[in-house]
């Protein structure tokens, strides 16, 4: 096998990865007492199976409208009486979602060591603008990357060839980071170096592309750049 060169920038996804999608599950916990995390999971996954729907059917919808259909799916479906004013109150959540406590440690780290950074997500520009800015991240991110404008959610190529277009370098040489399994996978499968953060101990994907790395949170990315 071909000897990847070193990574030369990173770029990370944002949910699950920088912002913790299930922190919503307090504020669920809060309006469905016994039912919050469930809620949260079965939200999650919704909304990731309806970016593959969108994109597979060419019906494009913004991830903020999908998140939306989400909650609503997913509340229905267990029973689950949604307010509007409790469906506000969880979607403002989602717009401040709960951020890593190792983010800002590995991101000065990266900076301190000059390398370029980013964020390429399925989120929309709105979205991520607010999640960054509420996470202090703002200075400390050198793009901020949407697949918005491809009207493709990943793990589609071309929303993984938005990162290559932006930092101008060969996919190889940027690390893709990311705690989805399935979003390194697919970003492997497009050509990044990727690693992914497995904070659940969850098993490989059984499609026969492991990532390139792997830990157990975004504390490892710095081990690939030694200062």
Same mark, same amino acid.
């Given at each position: 096998?071909?000897?990847?060169? &070193?990574?030369?920038?990173?770029?990370?996804?944002?949910?699950?990865?920088?912002? #913790?999608?299930?922190? /919503?599950?307090?504020? &669920?916990?809060?309006?469905?007492?016994?039912?919050?995390?469930? !809620?949260?999971?079965? $939200?999650?996954?919704?909304?990731?199976?309806?970016?593959?729907?969108? %994109?597979?059917?060419?019906?494009?919808? =913004?991830? $903020?409208?999908?998140?939306?259909?989400?909650?609503?799916?997913?509340?229905?479906?267990?029973? !689950?009486? +949604?307010? =509007?004013?409790?469906?506000?109150?969880?979607?403002?959540?989602?717009?401040?979602?709960?951020?890593?406590?190792?983010?800002?440690?590995? +991101?000065?780290?990266?900076?301190?060591?000059?390398?370029?950074?980013?964020?390429? %997500?399925?989120?929309?520009?709105?979205?991520?603008?607010?999640?960054?800015? %509420?996470?202090?991240?703002?200075? +400390?991110? #050198?793009?901020?990357?949407? /697949?918005?404008?491809?009207?493709?959610?990943?793990? #589609? =190529?071309?929303?993984?060839?938005?990162? /290559?277009?932006?930092?101008?370098?060969?996919?190889?040489?940027?690390?893709?980071? %990311?705690?989805?399994? $399935?979003?390194?996978?697919? @970003?492997?499968?497009?050509?990044?170096?990727? !690693? $992914? /953060?497995?904070?659940?101990?969850?098993?490989?994907?059984?499609?026969?592309?492991?990532?390139?790395?792997?830990? &157990?949170?975004?504390?490892?990315?710095? &081990?690939?750049? =030694? @200062?």
């Amino acid at each position: 096998m071909e000897k990847r060169p &070193a990574p030369r920038a990173v770029l990370f996804d944002a949910y699950g990865t920088l912002f #913790d999608v299930y922190s /919503v599950g307090l504020t &669920a916990e809060q309006l469905f007492p016994g039912a919050g995390d469930r !809620l949260a999971r079965a $939200w999650r996954d919704k909304q990731i199976e309806y970016t593959r729907l969108v %994109s597979m059917s060419g019906t494009y919808q =913004p991830f $903020w409208e999908l998140t939306r259909a989400a909650l609503q799916f997913s509340a229905e479906a267990m029973g !689950l009486l +949604l307010t =509007p004013e409790g469906e506000e109150r969880l979607m403002n959540q989602y717009r401040h979602l709960s951020a890593f406590p190792e983010n800002r440690e590995v +991101l000065q780290g990266l900076k301190a060591r000059g390398i370029p950074t980013g964020i390429l %997500s399925n989120g929309d520009p709105d979205m991520l603008a607010i999640a960054v800015r %509420s996470a202090g991240l703002s200075d +400390l991110l #050198d793009h901020v990357l949407s /697949v918005h404008d491809t009207r493709r959610f990943k793990t #589609d =190529p071309a929303a993984y060839q938005i990162g /290559v277009d932006a930092l101008q370098l060969p996919a190889r040489d940027i690390l893709f980071v %990311s705690s989805n399994g $399935w979003d390194a996978i697919g @970003a492997t499968w497009f050509g990044y170096t990727t !690693l $992914w /953060v497995n904070r659940t101990g969850a098993p490989l994907e059984r499609l026969g592309t492991p990532p390139d790395h792997q830990g &157990a949170t975004l504390r490892e990315v710095l &081990a690939l750049f =030694p @200062a």
